[in-house]
């Protein structure tokens, strides 16, 4: 069975700082790996995905992530945080063949001014 | 832009009594997934259905019944709720192409307490 796992609950960083947030997969196959950032008293949106190719795919807002097959890992970059990424993050995973998602439990990240 | 419109938006019911939350999606997505936000879980699956008519059992389905009424459809009953429901809930939709989820839409939420 898949899985993600996001070891930091909850990551404190100060505005114009670089961040990184981690995450690892669990899967034997082809992972298809997505980012997803839930503001306050809102859904989820999409922050970027890999499917194939360049293992670093940008997102939205300067927000990027790197692909690595070896660590099993796809862990969400940004190079000068706004106090406006002020959010909850997860990481995400589908499958071939698999019709549903399987999510981490969610990074919530707090910028320091 | 693609959508997902969920209602109510906010729901307080007394434990025992009956709840329905509605989804509506635009998207004209084959998939529509009910989930459960709660500290410390994450997002867990509750049901979810790949067209009208059609109904999967998710991770954490006991105690909540589903129906796919219609394509834009999704709706989530509680028939007898207890405390353990109070919860925030997501309905969400996409495109399953076979080979993998393409993104997936997100409802605002429903903050539903139970007392």
């Known amino acids: 069975a898949q899985s993600v796992t996001q070891p930091d609950a909850r990551v404190t960083v100060s505005e114009g700082a670089s961040l990184q947030l981690r995450c690892k997969y669990s899967?034997?196959?082809?992972?298809?790996l997505f980012w997803y950032v839930q503001y306050p008293r809102q859904g989820l949106q999409l922050l970027l995905k890999?499917?194939?190719?360049?293992?670093v795919v940008q997102g939205v807002n300067g927000f990027e992530a790197e692909f690595s097959k070896s660590n099993s890992s796809f862990h969400l970059r940004k190079a000068s945080v706004h106090w406006s990424d002020s959010a909850v993050y997860f990481c995400v995973l589908s499958t071939e063949g698999a019709d549903r998602l399987t999510f981490g439990k969610g990074t919530q990240l707090i910028i320091q001014p | 832009e693609a959508a997902v419109t969920q209602s109510p938006r906010n729901k307080v019911t007394v434990t025992g009594g009956n709840v329905t939350l509605s989804c509506r999606q635009t998207n004209s997505h084959n998939y529509m997934y009910w989930y459960r936000q709660d500290t410390g879980h994450g997002l867990r699956l509750i049901h979810y259905?790949?067209?009208?008519?059609?109904?999967q059992i998710g991770d954490v389905p006991d105690g909540y019944k589903a129906t796919r009424t219609t394509q834009e459809d999704f709706f989530l009953l509680l028939e007898l709720a207890s405390p353990s429901q109070t919860s925030l809930y997501f309905c969400?939709?996409?495109?399953?192409?076979?080979?993998?989820?393409?993104?997936?839409?997100f409802g605002k939420g429903t903050r539903l307490t139970v007392v």
């Open positions: 890999y499917y194939s190719g360049d293992p």
């Open positions: 899967y034997s196959g082809t992972p298809y």
């Open positions: 259905s790949y067209g009208a008519g059609n109904l």
């Open positions: 969400a939709s996409s495109e399953w192409t076979g080979l993998a989820n393409t993104e997936v839409f």
